[in-house]
């Protein structure tokens, strides 16, 4: 049980993918999180893993090459 629950933390909200990168922001108490796939970002509630918003900063969050 826990261990879907770990599993589903590691996808894409939009794509699906498991190419998540994630930060924690001490700061706000979220994870901001960056899919390297399809390139969205989100931030997430680091202790339930609950979706928090798509962030609005991702060049500042995850530079493109
Ligand atoms: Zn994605």
Redesign the pocket.
Known sequence: MGRNESAGRLR??????Y??ERLYLASVQLDSCA??????SWDEDPTTGEYRGRSGKESAVTPRP
């Open positions: 894409c909200h939009f794509c699906g993918a190419e998540v899919c390297g796939s399809c390139g969205a």
